[in-house]
């Protein structure tokens, strides 16, 4: 196998990076559309993809990836459709699917010089990069354990090695938080945002903490469309002045949910902490309060759904 030539990792490249997301659809058998006219333009950052599960999210991730074709639509990469030239992004591409495989019987050194063989990196260069993204990770001290023994937290370390060791200029991870402890949910996120700089990032998730402490920019999908494109701060302003507080009894939660957007309850010495997400004031003693990603996320996709803010 001929080697490819790549740069020292995590170093910056000068070429312009953008992928542009033209009017994209996948249908699949029957009428369902797991995507619908979806359209963006990304650029070096962090992009946080947030949807449900089955909004449509994976799908997007494996047409970029050119795992899957789309139905409708264009990618293009640099200017570049990537459904004639695939492998003008799938040179750059590093990815992280959600469902994550390893061979069990292999070490961590084993199965990333095997996979660095596979995307054409020199020995000499892939035994540099194991070392340094394996630092990176925190997995030195497990370098010469069977990755079958690993937990899932581990194996989604070792997969996230995987989707880097072409220091790739755009990286996707597919809901990579899931089954990491709170520690390394935090040190993914750090390394997220560390990585930003001179690569497009995307970031599919449903954990609204996720995205909040890691993208500069976030995309809501639900039901294959996409509700919202914005920073952090410009989705919060959608819910200014639209989240309440009420102070309900357990028999009254149950039937504020029924009319409202309920976006959290705790329990307190006066009852029922409950957020309400609302366009109108839901009822005479409720109080305006900070709002929280949270609240906008379900604001946002609520439209989609049918749900109504006004009752």
Not at 109 to 136: M, N, P, W
Not at 230 to 256: C, F, G, M, R
Not at 271 to 294: H, Y
Request: some cysteine.
């Amino acid at each position: 196998m001929s080697a490819v030539h790549q740069p020292p990792f995590g170093e910056g490249n000068d070429e312009i990076m953008q992928l542009t997301i033209n009017q994209v659809s996948k249908k699949y058998r029957g009428s369902f559309w797991a995507l619908k006219d979806f359209s963006l333009t990304l650029e070096p950052g962090v992009l946080g993809l947030l949807g449900e599960n089955g909004a449509g999210k994976s799908t997007l991730m494996r047409i970029i990836s050119t795992i899957t074709d789309a139905t409708e639509g264009t990618i293009l990469w640099n200017g570049t459709d990537i459904s004639k030239k695939p492998n003008e992004i799938r040179r750059v591409l590093g990815y992280l699917p959600q469902d994550f495989g390893v061979y069990p019987n292999l070490n961590v050194v084993e199965f990333l010089e095997y996979i660095a063989a596979i995307k054409g990196i020199s020995k000499s260069t892939a035994a540099k990069r194991i070392d340094e993204l394996l630092q990176l990770v925190n997995l030195t001290h497990a370098r010469k354990r069977p990755i079958g023994g690993f937990s899932g937290g581990m194996r989604q370390r070792v997969g996230i090695a995987q989707a880097l060791l072409n220091d790739p200029q755009i990286l996707i991870v597919d809901e990579p938080t899931v089954g990491l402890d709170p520690i390394e949910r935090v040190r993914f996120r750090n390394l997220l945002s560390d990585l930003s700089g001179d690569r497009i990032v995307i970031f599919s998730t449903h954990i609204v903490s996720d995205v909040e402490a890691t993208a500069g920019k976030i995309a809501i999908i639900s039901k294959g469309s996409l509700m919202h494109y914005s920073n952090p701060d410009a989705l919060l302003q959608t819910v200014e002045d639209k989240v309440w507080e009420v102070i309900a009894s357990d028999h009254d939660v149950q039937s504020l949910r029924q009319q409202w957007i309920i976006s959290g309850t705790i329990r307190s010495d006066k009852g029922m902490q409950v957020r309400i997400v609302s366009d109108i004031k839901p009822s005479p003693d409720a109080r305006l309060i900070t709002p929280v990603m949270e609240d906008a996320y379900l604001y946002c996709i609520s439209n989609n759904r049918g749900g109504n803010h006004n009752e």
